[in-house]
């Protein structure tokens, strides 16, 4: 009996799967990307604003391969680790500045600036590779990016945000919500991963950090329903505690939901271990998030 087989919680039919065949069979000449592009177009793999699912595509068509159900063209010997991308090339434009002191009155008004243009993008990656200590990694799915700035005495770059796709499983998550899996993979999407959120090392201001993320929690609505057309009602995020305390998530009043089994944020069929495990926080976007998230009828 032939496994099913699932795309971002849908299941792929008997003609899906003959068509990913033959597509990888036929134009194995193609790129991994090029062979995601192309069977989210004749598959209408798309997100509702439009856009291709060409990451998720090509991590699925990925997962295949391993699994030796189809089979793919050898990767380009790169030298990157897999979600790595290219070398980012650390600047001056990303060096340590002068330290920032004080009190959060001193430095308002604080803003989140969203991350626009081929520079602006350049400059976010750079930051992160030299600050963050998980570095850059090309995030999985949609994604916003932010500037997080502050007013006085100059406007001042202190930090980064990127908001993304959820992780598809997360045990203290799913009962929290009282998710069966058919009712998870319809509205998964309607929860938003915090996952990078980087204050620079030689910044130190009191309070900035549960500011922020007040900030991020009164505009992340409106732009990701702006950007992918799916409204938002609950933020998520992984604190690897060995490193922080989490304290800023607590202060700006989200919840902690325990611990993660420590697999990959992908990992459905329980075959990855090794990750650290991390502490889940949750911050509802709706008063009536979980029941938003167990019925897509209830009013935002």
């Known amino acids: 009996m032939v496994r099913p087989l699932s795309f971002c919680g849908t299941t792929v039919s008997d003609e899906q799967r003959v068509l990913i065949n033959e597509i990888v069979t036929h134009y194995g000449c193609l790129s991994r990307t090029e062979l995601a592009n192309t069977l989210c177009e004749l598959l209408d793999w798309v997100r509702p604003n439009g856009q291709l699912k060409t990451v998720e595509c090509r991590q699925f068509l990925e997962t295949l391969d391993e699994k030796s159900l189809i089979q793919l063209s050898a990767r380009q010997n790169t030298g990157r680790k897999k979600g790595k991308s290219q070398p980012i090339e650390l600047t001056a434009l990303s060096a340590h500045k002068q330290p920032l002191q004080g009190t959060l009155r001193e430095f308002q008004p604080v803003t989140l600036r969203p991350v626009v243009g081929g520079d602006e993008r350049q400059l976010w990656r750079e930051l992160i590779e030299r600050y963050h200590y998980l570095g850059y990694r090309i995030p999985f799915g949609a994604h916003l990016r932010y500037f997080i700035e502050v007013s006085k005495p100059a406007t001042t770059i202190v ?7 959820p992780a598809w499983r997360m045990v203290a998550r799913d009962r929290w919500i009282g998710w069966e899996d058919e009712v998870r993979a319809r509205q998964l999407q309607r929860i938003v991963n915090n996952s990078r ?9 009191a309070n900035l950090a549960s500011h922020v993320l007040s900030l991020l929690s009164r505009c992340v609505v409106r732009d990701w329903e702006s950007s992918y057309h799916i409204r938002p009602v609950l933020l998520e995020t992984l604190v690897d505690t060995q490193r922080f305390t989490g304290s800023c998530y607590r202060a700006a009043n989200w919840l902690e939901l325990g611990q993660t089994s420590g697999r990959g944020r992908q990992d459905r069929c329980h075959e990855r271990h090794g990750s650290v495990p991390k502490t889940l926080f949750v911050y509802p976007l709706h008063r009536h998030a979980v029941a938003c998230l167990k019925n897509e009828h209830v009013a935002s």
């Open 159 to 165: 930090g980064c945000i990127q908001l993304s796709s």
């Open 197 to 205: 959120f980087l204050l620079f090392p030689f910044v130190q201001i």
